[in-house]
């Protein structure tokens, strides 16, 4: 298998955060690592886990260099990779920005990875690639392809649970969820989060909701699909944040009505749908929700009572009317309805 190939079932292929992380434990290293994606601290994370691996750190200063693409001169970073390293076993070299690499010099690399030193190890990080270009195709087939994307909700709590075990501490799983509720799935601004939550803590090691709620801003962009999913857990606090954080950021208040209205319809048709027991297929088509929303929306219609639905609609009417007349603030308007809805 030629140096940097990633096979599965004899096909090539991608490799996710995930298997990354178990290509390192087995300690089968590549010559050549690709990394791409737009998630960039957890491609840092990987970089810094090569690094650890590769270089001593008495030599780093002679056998780690770091190269900018929009900078650099493909012929100085040839040439530091064809050197033999100083006083270690490896030379290290990694290349940012590779997507910004010239046409030529693309092909140079791939040039240089069709053989390369076996005394050097190469890190490309790239924020897109053109799967489509020659060269790339080749530095592909040569290298180890880690491609990063963001995690999904459900994969947060478990990576904070993990950055902190790293670091001698523990964290309960609300207070993941309170976390995450609050900065998002940006991993970078969750880690300078959980930084000044160690810091705050002091030496007690355990952090709870109490730590987050005192601790950490309201700083995640919501959306209206992010209030209509903590209005259909009935989670009235979260959903007052969240609205609130909303029209701060300029959402038009009518717009957030009437999503919320239509949230609310979809709950009593997938309520009235699972009373007939209707299949998955057919309420997909009566309203229009993807197949894998079906469930989540069935439990969160399960929040809300029957009875309950003719007042939710009437105060949604009453509160449609506020806005247009001006009566009330807006703000006022959305939380006191949300307040009247969910008590």
């Not at 290509?23 to 010559?31: C, D, G, L, R, T």
């Not at 690592?33 to 690094?51: A, K, N, W």
């Not at 693409?69 to 070299?93: E, H, K, V």
């Not at 990080?125 to 290298?143: N, P, S, T």
Request: proline content about 3%.
């Amino acid at each position: 298998m030629p140096s940097g190939r990633y096979e599965e079932g004899g096909r090539e292929k991608q490799m996710t955060f995930e298997e990354f992380q178990k290509h390192i434990s087995e300690k089968k290293f590549s010559n050549c690592y690709l990394f791409s994606g737009d998630e960039s601290f957890l491609i840092d994370e990987c970089l810094h886990v090569l690094v650890d691996q590769f270089v001593d750190p008495a030599t780093r200063d002679f056998n780690l260099d770091t190269f900018y693409a929009s900078q650099a001169d493909m012929g100085r970073i040839l040439d530091t990779a064809n050197s033999y390293p100083m006083l270690a076993d490896y030379r290290t070299i990694v290349i940012k920005e590779a997507h910004k690499l010239s046409s030529a010099n693309v092909d140079a690399l791939a040039r240089y990875l069709s053989k390369p030193s076996a005394t050097t190890k190469m890190m490309l990080v790239a924020e897109k690639i053109d799967g489509r270009i020659r060269g790339w195709i080749a530095i592909k087939k040569a290298a180890v392809h880690v491609e990063i994307k963001p995690l999904y909700d459900n994969q947060v709590a478990g990576w904070v649970q993990s950055f902190l075990k790293k670091k001698g501490c523990s964290i309960s799983y609300e207070a993941c969820l309170l976390l995450h509720a609050h900065v998002g799935n940006e991993m970078r601004a969750l880690a300078n989060e959980i930084e000044k939550l160690i810091l705050n803590k002091g030496e007690d090691k355990e952090i709870d909701e109490n730590d987050v709620q005192a601790n950490v801003g309201l700083s995640r962009k919501f959306s209206v699909f992010n209030l209509n999913d903590s209005i259909g857990k009935r989670d009235l606090q979260g959903s007052l944040a969240i609205l609130n954080q909303m029209l701060s950021s300029g959402e038009s208040p009518n717009g957030i009505l009437a999503m919320i209205t239509r949230h609310f319809s979809n709950l009593l048709k997938v309520k009235g749908a699972t009373a007939q027991r209707m299949s998955q297929k057919e309420i997909t088509a009566m309203t229009g929700i993807p197949p894998y929303f079906i469930q989540k929306t069935k439990e969160m219609a399960n929040n809300y009572p029957a009875k309950e639905y003719p007042g939710i609609f009437e105060r949604l009417l009453e509160t449609d009317l506020t806005l247009k007349t001006s009566r009330m603030s807006p703000d006022i308007a959305l939380q006191t309805m949300l307040i009247d809805i969910m008590s």
